[in-house]
């Protein structure tokens, strides 16, 4: 039997303490070791996204969001993940969730630009590199697409 705790996600409405706690997990694992913090512009974007949560024993370990660029396509952005909570798949399983709800909701082609190092993440998940490395946020970031459907 497995002994891992169970992983739910939920929608993490703007405002709401799900949305806090991802807000902080963010900050934590994206924006803290670079020095930086969720910037103004960031919280302002924050309100054209649909937000999910990993939640397992009560707390938020993993966040990702998703900005629609056009009717057809979806920036899937702030993909975050505890740390001690990777072995259990949590990326995986976000990833799944929003590839759903944005299937469901008659979305084509999902893009991230995913930190160097972590493009392997999406690729082994079925994304494909468009083009070389560019910076954002103070460090190098490649494109990743997949065709949803």
């Known amino acids: ?34 020095g930086l913090t969720v910037s103004d512009d960031e ?8 937000h999910f949560c990993a939640v397992t024993c009560g707390a938020v370990v993993g966040t990702v969001s998703l900005r629609p660029l056009d ?3 979806l920036h899937l952005k702030q993909m975050a993940v505890e740390e001690t909570k990777r072995e ?3 990326g995986a ?8 709800w944005a299937a469901q909701a008659g979305f084509r082609l999902m893009i991230a630009h995913a930190r160097v ?27 990743v697409i997949k065709r949803l459907g």
Do not use: C, W
């Not at 399983?93 to 759903?100: I, P, V």
């Open 43 to 50: 919280l302002y974007d924050d309100g054209m996204r649909q």
């Open 117 to 143: 190092g972590a493009e392997g993440f999406y690729l082994k998940l079925g994304y494909a590199q468009e083009g070389g490395a560019f910076e954002e946020n103070t460090i190098p970031h490649v494109r």
């Open 1 to 34: 039997m497995d002994d891992q705790p169970l992983v739910v996600i939920f929608e993490a409405p703007l405002g709401s303490d799900l949305y806090r706690q991802a807000l902080r997990l963010r900050e934590d694992i994206l924006r803290a070791p670079l």
């Open 93 to 100: 399983q976000l990833l799944a969730h929003a590839e759903a």
């Open 71 to 73: 009717e057809a396509t």
């Open 88 to 90: 259990m798949r949590v």
